[in-house]
């Protein structure tokens, strides 16, 4: 460490970081440097104690820490891949160097010949969903709730309302109730749920929680510490209808309202980004705007699973890693891919013809949940692509290949569409 | 607890802490009691940051003189206490000519006023240094003098200079009662016991004449009206404005407002809710008033940054029935000096308010200045805002200054210590976030919460159940084992 070059300097240490990390060292990048600012690798998933992961990416059923501990093994003790923890980077500049500080090793700044932006995602707050009322003790999102339970050891309440049916909120419902607390209600602003199947059943229905859907909380109640909600029935534009209210009782409101990417450094440096993503635009090498950066995992787009995440950062690691030997080659045909009709997301969202013979993979999110839908990925009026597809949700990302010898070749601009068969 | 003093504060507010900060030298002693476990919980917390130039209040008032006299005070104390001021000067913008015509009103008060600067500038003129205000805007006064200040830093500046000046400020301690005896003032009493005192300055904000009361004066009565704001992320629009922008003034108030705070974060509000007499603490957001307050601030600057909102809070001003602010003895009761319907400008008025009152106790015991008295205050290590080589060496010299804890706005560990270790220093999450920031960005506390939690528990000595987010009783965290038994 200190003032040597490394090939990639990756930052951020949860399993986008160290998946990425894994994957340049198999291709060929000699040195490189993982910073985390937390006090062990893993990221989120150190806190995500229940299992479900890694059904995709190690074709087995693993916790949280069981998954990451699979991640940290790969890249551990390899000499090529040095990890700094308790490291807090505090910016990222276009000639690639890092500034970065911790205790151990005070303010360093490290060269890369290439980056990689592997920041996730946080929480989004009470503040921005304007919920009414007090600011009293006993508000948490689910996240800090979750990290307060299952690392340090202590309980955000005992009378639980959690707002948002996203998968944080989902399983925060069924860890607080194993810890013997109550979950008086989960409330959902939208008219269906917005976390995965599985955790619906296995949090909420196994329980017994109720789920209000098409509710959100019109005042919280408490000066100092919560005790009470008021929920209220929404209509169609989501505004809460008069004359619907009703108080909950509790001492503690969980929100899980939604995650936004973590992009602080990102728009430090200038990167182009996507409105609707929340994150850097990216080329199916996951390279943003500036040559040589790159990122990946829920800092470019929030995902659903972290198998994804994986497996999104790996992409990221082997081009990063190609792109530090050189072996990348510049200034080729770019080519837009658009997300239209039902489509609200797409990653990547431009494809460059750098390799011809890449198959593209391709991740989206729909708009609403639909059943029996049609996706096809077309270049002008080619269609390199299309397929039925019994369900397709918002809470669920798609994942589809375009193969090598259809995307060869077509350098008009792609859409991609997902719509209701008729 | 009995104890003796010269001077009792009753409330740690900016008024309450500008008055200790000005009895701290002399040889007088001072005690201040607040009821929270944090100074500047109040209205002190929640309220539009600016030091006002000092043209809206009627020429002769209170309110006029003392605006004036602390706008000027705090130009002098911005050094000497290391305070977070901007001078940004200010500007109240017309739309039409009948407010055109109230700006010359304004500006011919200011000046009466002894307001230094103001003028009235085109639409124009003032869209060359604020470009993104309204095409609308015809014109407006601009008021050199006028500042934008981080409030809890103001009141904690100078509560800890009166703290290492020999003053005592003592929290979680709420007033019972007054003890008067043929007329006079003799001791305060409160739930941690009594204070005898031949003084007691009565700054206890919306529960003044609650106080008032205590010691047996009731010629004036506080109403509470609520002001509702919005605060958003510093990366969105971060120079939509530089100095505050207030629309023409009604006879409701000063109007909703659009600012950046100190930080570079911009804010929108407040309304003017009068809240029922009981409701003194109702600092509830409501979405009507967010709505009312986005739909007003977009008639001075269109492209307010919705999207970004980081949070919504409200204050309590202390409206008297007077109308202006009351200060000086008691006339029912020896020894009662009353900072009472301390409303705005009663942010700026602070240090004229705290000179007046202490002026008038000095004349009258003959208290002699000390000797010894030190101005100033401990410096407060800012580690983002350090050049690379003092950021080095402070880690050099504290390791912990090389742990980032709030990673919205870059807070150390080394810093949270420091503030939970000056004088007067912070006991609770707030506590902290107001001294250092740590929680005051766009994640709002999601990630450094627990993790400054357990930093409070670790160095006061305390378990992490006994943390608490601000107020008396606003525990954070319950044990396992208690847990879900219930």
Request: contains cysteine; proline residues 5%; charged residues 25%.
């Amino acid at each position: 460490m200190g003032e040597q070059l490394y090939d990639i300097i990756i930052v951020g240490g949860g399993p986008a970081g160290l998946s990425a990390a894994y994957s340049a060292w198999q291709n060929g990048a000699k040195k490189i440097l993982v910073l985390e600012r937390d006090r062990e690798a893993g990221g989120i998933l150190q806190q995500c104690i229940h299992n479900g992961f890694g059904l995709h990416h190690f074709k087995e059923e693993l916790t949280g820490p069981g998954y990451a501990q699979r991640c940290y093994d790969l890249v551990k003790d390899k000499p090529e891949i040095e990890i700094l923890v308790d490291t807090m980077v505090l910016s990222v500049n276009l000639d690639k160097t890092v500034t970065a500080v911790s205790p151990a090793h005070g303010l360093m700044k490290v060269q890369g010949k290439t980056i990689i932006l592997t920041m996730g995602c946080r929480e989004r707050t009470r503040g921005a969903i304007r919920i009414p009322g007090y600011r009293p003790a006993g508000v948490f999102t689910a996240g800090a709730a979750q990290r307060m339970v299952n690392m340090e050891g202590y309980l955000p309440g005992k009378k639980i309302v959690i707002l948002g049916s996203g998968d944080i909120g989902l399983i925060m419902a069924r860890r607080m109730t194993l810890e013997g607390c109550k979950v008086q209600a989960v409330l959902e602003i939208c008219p269906f749920s917005n976390g995965l199947t599985r955790n619906m059943v296995q949090c909420l229905y196994d329980y017994d929680i109720p789920l209000y859907l098409s509710h959100t909380i019109t005042a919280i109640h408490g000066k100092d510490r919560v005790n009470g909600i008021t929920a209220a029935k929404v209509d169609d534009h989501m505004k809460p209808i008069p004359g619907t209210e009703f108080d909950i009782d509790c001492d503690t409101l969980l929100l899980s309202v939604g995650l936004i990417p973590e992009n602080e450094l990102s728009r430090g440096l200038g990167l182009a980004m996507h409105p609707l993503t929340n994150g850097p635009i990216v080329d199916q090498h996951r390279e943003t705007s500036i040559p040589g950066i790159f990122a990946a995992g829920n800092v470019v787009h929030v995902h659903d699973l972290v198998d994804f995440v994986s497996e999104e950062a790996e992409i990221a690691g082997k081009y990063a890693a190609l792109k530090a030997q050189e072996q990348l080659p510049e200034d080729v045909a770019d080519v837009k891919v658009e997300a239209i009709d039902e489509v609200r997301t797409c990653v990547p969202q431009h494809v460059r013809a750098t390799a011809e013979g890449e198959t593209i993979r391709l991740f989206m999110r729909v708009r609403k949940p639909m059943k029996k839908v049609r996706l096809t990925v077309k270049s002008g009026d080619d269609t390199l692509l299309t397929k039925v597809l019994p369900v397709a949700k918002p809470s669920e990302m798609i994942a589809v290949n375009v193969p090598a010898e259809k995307a060869k070749g077509h350098h008009a601009d792609w859409t991609v569409s997902v719509k209701e068969e008729a | 607890m009995t104890k003796q003093a010269d001077v009792v504060v009753i409330g740690g507010g900016i008024t309450g802490t500008a008055i200790l900060h000005e009895l701290a030298k002399y040889n007088l002693r001072a005690v201040l009691v607040e009821q929270e476990p944090e100074l500047a919980a109040g209205t002190t917390k929640a309220n539009s940051a600016i030091l006002h130039a000092g043209f809206d209040a009627p020429t002769g008032s209170m309110k006029a003189r003392m605006n004036a006299a602390g706008n000027a005070m705090y130009h002098e104390l911005k050094d000497e206490l290391d305070l977070d001021i901007r001078w940004s000067g200010s500007y109240v913008a017309a739309l039409d000519d009948e407010q055109m015509d109230v700006l010359k009103e304004l500006l011919e008060r200011g000046n009466a006023n002894g307001v230094p600067g103001l003028k009235i500038v085109s639409g124009d003129e003032m869209r060359k240094e604020e470009p993104n205000v309204s095409k609308d805007i015809k014109g407006a006064l601009w008021a050199p003098t006028a500042g934008i200040c981080w409030p809890f830093g103001l009141a904690l500046a100078f509560a800890e200079n009166a703290v290492i000046n020999g003053a005592e400020v003592i929290r979680e301690c709420q007033v019972t009662g007054i003890t008067v005896e043929d007329g006079a003032v003799k001791a305060v009493e409160t739930d941690k016991g009594t204070i005898e005192t031949k003084y007691v300055i009565n700054a206890a904000g919306v529960h003044v004449d609650e106080i008032s009361r205590l010691a047996g004066d009731d010629t004036f009565k506080i109403h509470p009206r609520r002001g509702e704001y919005i605060l958003f992320d510093k990366t969105a629009q971060k120079d939509l404005v530089y100095s505050p922008i207030f629309p023409t003034p009604t006879k409701m108030g000063k109007g909703i407002l659009v600012c950046a705070t100190t930080h570079g974060n911009v804010f929108v509000g407040p309304n003017a809710q009068d809240m029922p007499d009981e409701e003194k603490d109702d600092t509830a957001v409501t979405i009507p008033g967010m709505d009312d307050i986005l739909d007003k601030a977009r008639r001075l600057v269109p492209n307010i940054p919705v999207g970004a909102t980081i949070t919504e809070f409200a204050g309590v001003r202390a409206v008297s029935s007077t109308g202006d602010f009351i200060l000086g003895p008691s006339e029912k009761t020896k020894g009662l000096i009353q900072a009472a319907g301390i409303q705005s400008p009663g942010l700026t008025s602070a240090p004229a308010i705290a000179k007046y009152l202490v002026d008038g106790i000095v004349a009258e015991t003959g208290a002699t200045a000390k000797t010894d008295y030190k101005k100033g205050r401990p410096a407060q290590p800012c580690f983002r805002m350090m050049a690379e080589a003092d950021q080095k060496a402070l880690i050099a010299k504290d390791p912990r200054y090389g742990r980032v804890i709030c990673r919205c706005e870059t807070i150390t560990e080394g810093e949270i210590v420091d503030a939970i270790h000056r004088p007067v220093g912070a006991r609770t999450v707030d506590g902290v976030k107001r001294r250092t920031r740590a929680g005051m960005g766009r994640c709002q506390g999601g990630f450094c919460g627990p993790r400054v939690t357990q930093i409070l528990s670790r160095e006061l000595n305390i378990p992490v159940t006994e943390v608490r987010k601000e107020m008396r009783n606003s525990y954070m965290f319950y044990n396992k084992e208690s847990g879900g038994k219930a």
